[in-house]
């Protein structure tokens, strides 16, 4: 056992003081089901607090790295970087599977590759580091996790409704609502390509073109965001 976490903590990069909170961390509660032992505790109490933790530190990087987005985005790029499946990854990046102690039953069925069983463990993992090594170790530990992570994370954020991402920045910051003007619609019936502006107090600020006056009008909010922001990030730059 000791040597096995001594192999895990070489992967980890990092060295515990208390080697029962990473034993802990590692220990499912189908074992402790099947060993009928009061010696010891599952994660579920560590995935609870790694959980707070991991939540906390990726929006507080979220909340520095990305100043021009609003809570909106920032919650969808928190959820994309948290979710089970990223989580389940991140685990598998150290093989954290082979290290849990599980059940001869949960064993046999997959339970060292299950997303919701690695993702517990990963939870219960940042909370063992948490208590053990503090926030700033724990803050890199993670951060080496999630950066290369942050824009897909991003691009998938910002792909969710141009049209309400647009009207959420123009009102919050300018009091307006954009308006969307449909300046043509060329081709046949079924092959139709339609051209949309995103327009702001009288002034265009985006064009897009689609099959659709819906889907036009996306291409152009998201153009118009774009262009707000890139004029915003200049402004600031040249102050």
């Not at 003007?181 to 081709?187: E, K, Q």
Request: with cysteine; glycine share 8%; hydrophobic share 40%.
């Amino acid at each position: 056992m000791e040597e096995s976490l001594a192999e895990l903590e070489n992967r980890l990069g990092i060295v515990f003081n208390d080697k029962s909170l990473l034993r802990r961390a590692l220990i499912h509660s189908s074992y402790l089901n099947e060993k009928q032992s009061a010696l010891h505790e599952d994660n579920e109490r560590l995935e609870y607090l790694g959980d707070a933790v991991l939540g906390f530190i990726v929006a507080e990087t979220l909340y520095h790295h990305y100043p021009e987005l609003q809570e909106g985005d920032l919650t969808n790029m928190r959820a994309a970087l948290v979710r089970e499946s990223a989580l389940a990854g991140f685990a598998a990046k150290y093989n954290l599977g082979e290290y849990l102690f599980i059940g001869s039953g949960e064993a046999a069925n997959g339970g060292r590759q299950r997303h919701p069983i690695l993702c517990a463990a990963f939870e219960a993992l940042v909370a063992a580091i948490y208590l053990d090594q503090g926030l700033t170790r724990t803050r890199s530990f993670i951060l080496n996790l999630v950066d290369p992570e942050l824009e897909h994370a991003r691009r998938v954020a910002l792909s969710k409704d141009a049209k309400s991402r647009l009207q959420e920045w123009v009102q919050g910051h300018w009091h307006y609502t954009p308006i969307y003007r449909t300046v043509s619609a060329i081709g046949p019936d079924h092959a139709k390509i339609f051209t949309v502006e995103a327009i702001i107090n009288e002034k265009v600020y985006g064009v897009g073109e689609g099959h659709s006056k819906q889907s036009a009008s996306q291409v152009a909010a998201h153009a118009a965001l774009n262009n707000i922001l890139a004029a915003q990030k200049q402004k600031g730059d040249s102050a």
